[in-house]
């Protein structure tokens, strides 16, 4: 079996999925579509896309429930977690759900992150497992988290950070590189949804780097030099107009790594349903022979994505990081310069740093 | 015409915009890869990883308009 076929395979089953969910033989099934659902513009075909994005309170899985075996069992989530509801759906009590006063906060762990706790698991699994045995030559599966971290620490944070600090920031690269790496993967499982589709996790991942470059850069140039780069070196009677302008600039990158890594994930597979749920929108099975090799295709290419927004994701993080370090020790030289674009700059600051050569443009 | 059948045609038309301007601006780029590496067959390896990157950057800012267009769509119904 090749796995073009595999993933043809695959594919159908996901037909299948959508198909059963589509027909609400159970009442709480239809419920969740219609909780979800907004528009019932081509039937339930928007409603039963969204529920398939976006993040829920049930997991679904196939297998034996209510008697007989089933594509789609649902586990309602709120009931493993001991979460009530009332009619609006909002939570009223349970060990998931705190009080602040007038408002609730809803913690019940929804469906993306139990699937970002599966792959975290996933992950621990696989790197403790294959690090069992060290040797001065490394096998298998060992060899090849060593080159893919190898990568990171060269290619990424020593070229971006410089070979003095590159090394502190490694474990947060690393991290960061191989946790979307997997839970992007994780989305293209069949029953599995990707967690960096959601807004809230990538927003997490990107106030992660943000924290961690504003922190190297005061711990490198202090905080008085770091409040200076904020008025951007203009005279005096200018900073009403430059300090709001530089604050909002030292927002655009985190907010532009949230977007770019959740429309990455997001629009791959609206994409991918979108090409299976034309089936049902022409309502006809000869349509499934264009239908299903476009989205074999959609899916080979959202792979690459996987791979290429973990990458993108972990050298804008290493890129801004150095940015923010490279003004270390050189403050003195930027004086009469002054600034010429508002923010971190351009990559061009980037050459200053010690021993290292910018590649990137 | 009502408000929705607006919303539905501004975000058909600004999903087209913005594939117009991604095709555009990765062909560009895609070009200046090719002929950099015609002339210099050594700097290929560096050429494509280069261009990858600037390819994910350009499709990130096409996704953030994709990112409207599908807001539009789902909020006008």
């Known amino acids: 079996m090749t796995a073009a076929s595999l993933v043809t395979i695959a594919l159908t089953l ?11 033989e159970r009442p709480d099934a239809a419920v969740a579509h219609e909780a979800h659902g907004e528009g019932g513009h081509g039937g339930g075909l ?38 009530t509801r009332d009619d609006a759906g909002h939570a009223v009590s349970g060990p998931f759900v705190v009080q602040l006063g007038a408002t609730t906060l809803d913690m019940t762990p929804t469906k993306h992150v139990i699937m970002m706790w599966l792959a975290s698991l996933l992950l621990l699994v696989v790197l403790v497992g294959s690090v069992r045995r060290r040797s001065v030559v490394p096998r298998g599966l060992y060899n090849f988290f060593e080159t893919l971290v190898q990568f ?17 920031f490694v474990p947060y ?20 949804a990707t ?45 009403p107009i430059m300090i709001p302008v530089e604050i909002l600039g030292l927002f655009t990158k985190p907010f532009a790594l949230t977007v770019r890594l ?52 972990t050298m804008l993080s290493s890129l801004f990081i150095g940015q923010g ?37 | 015409m009502s408000a929705a059948a607006l919303a539905f045609l501004s975000a058909g ?27 210099q067959p050594t700097a290929l390896g560096d050429i494509r990883t280069t261009m990858i990157i600037a390819a994910a950057l350009i499709e990130g800012v096409t996704l953030f308009a994709i990112v409207v267009c599908v807001l539009l769509a789902i909020k006008a119904g």
């Open chain 1, 14 to 24: 996901t037909l299948g999925q959508a198909h059963g969910a589509e027909t609400p």
């Open chain 1, 46 to 83: 928007s409603e039963v896309l969204m529920h398939h994005v976006t993040d829920g309170h049930s997991l679904e899985y196939p297998g034996f429930c209510q008697g007989e075996l089933a594509w789609n069992c649902e586990l309602d989530l709120d009931e493993v977690f001991g979460t």
């Open chain 1, 152 to 168: 990171v620490r060269t290619e990424i944070a020593i070229k971006n950070i410089g070979e003095r600090d590159g090394d502190r």
């Open chain 1, 173 to 192: 690269l690393v991290s960061a590189f191989f946790f979307i790496l997997f839970v992007n993967l994780f989305g293209l499982i069949p029953y599995a």
């Open chain 1, 195 to 239: 967690a960096t589709g959601n807004l809230a996790v990538t927003l997490a991942l990107a106030v992660f780097t943000f924290l961690i470059t504003q922190y190297a850069a005061i711990r490198a140039m202090g905080v008085g030099a770091w409040l200076k780069h904020l008025t951007g070196g203009v005279a005096v009677w200018l900073w």
């Open chain 1, 262 to 313: 959740f429309a990455n994930m997001l629009a791959g597979h609206i994409v991918i349903l979108s090409l299976l749920g034309l089936i049902y929108a022409l309502n006809s099975q000869w349509v499934a022979l264009g239908s299903v090799p476009m989205a074999l295709g959609i899916f080979l290419l959202e792979l690459f994505v996987a791979f290429v927004q973990a990458y993108i994701f």
């Open chain 1, 325 to 361: 370090l490279a003004h270390h020790g050189h403050d003195e030289a930027h004086g009469e310069h002054g600034h010429a674009e508002p923010g971190m700059g351009s990559a061009g600051h980037g050459s200053h740093v010690a021993g290292a050569s910018p590649g990137h443009g």
């Open chain 2, 13 to 39: 038309f600004g999903a087209g915009l913005a594939v117009i301007g991604a095709g555009l601006g990765i062909g560009k780029l895609a070009a200046a890869a090719l002929e950099g590496s015609a002339r």
